[in-house]
């Protein structure tokens, strides 16, 4: 790896002819970078590996254009990771750049695999954008690396997909990451049936998806739940852990968990070790139906991947399928691999 994964290596710093810096209007937009010939090869050494993963394991590349058509995604309940980047074509047809890769794979089954019977699977890596924040450090161009799987239901096919994440990180060369397990369904189940309105309800599932913790307390501690439900919703918001730390949730959470329970049970040895169970983790892309997963490397202080069901979304494309898949950024798994390599020289 290089010694600045993820900054551009000082040697080729674009400069003027009298040795200053460029004027902005020379500059990229923040939130995209340039990646030089060093890093670019040490970047598609690592997509290479993880694709031969993926084709080993049955899933065959597609590519689908940058470009789609607003309405593709206005079917999908894709809540903030909603496209960003509109325009017109020729004629007026608003289009958009895909913020994701899961809702062109969902329109390419509905469209071009009609008749195909499933189990489906396809694999990719492609650039997506999104909107940022100023000043938050966040790529609006970003290159993914994942897998989708089509008509494999509950934990058979969750269990296929985060066997073949795992060995594409292996694969990759990342040694210490875990994957944290949960349930996209279980918090907004708990908060339904204790009656809390469909608006705090977004309010508290978007402080949970950003971590923001002592939000999520605030919040709940001021809807004036029985103290029981409360310290419930509280609780589960920050256990993570093995599997001792379902123990004496079963009671009111008895489906969730043993959904948890048996993709545990299916998955290889080996990644049945990187498992921690998270039930705080929600995702802010809405179509999540289930199981959701979430890649963590202590090298990188973010994500570097995450995934998880979503049996509703094909229907809406009018092909009902269930389907389960994932994402990993490959240039935050650039930077994990270059930060467990310095790790392992100290």
Known sequence: MSADAGSVPAVGEP?????????????????????????????????????????????GEVYTPALEFEQTFERANIGTAAPAYRMFDEQGAVLVLRPDMTIPIARLVATRYTHVDPPLRFCYTAHAYRGVRPQRGQSREFLQSGVELVGVPGAAGTAEVLDVLCAALDAAGLQNY??????????????????????????ILTELAAGDFVGVDQEVRALGLRKDDAELLLRLARTRGGPEVLDGLERRLHDALAGMREVHARLAPEVATRIIFDLGLVRSLGYYTGAVFGVYDPAYGVPLGSGGRYDELLGSFGRPLPAVGFAINVERLHIALTGE??????
């Open 341 to 346: 390599e310095r790790s392992r020289r100290a």
């Open 15 to 59: 400069r003027r002819n009298d040795g200053r810096a460029p004027p902005a209007r020379e500059r990229i937009p923040s939130g995209t970078r340039d990646v030089l010939p060093d890093e670019m090869r040490e970047v598609r050494a690592v997509t290479d590996r993880m694709r031969a993963v993926f084709e080993r394991s049955g899933f």
């Open 178 to 203: 875990r994957v944290g397990l949960g349930d996209a369904s279980l918090f907004p189940s708990l908060l339904t049936t204790f009656g809390v309105a469909a608006g705090r309800q977004e309010v």
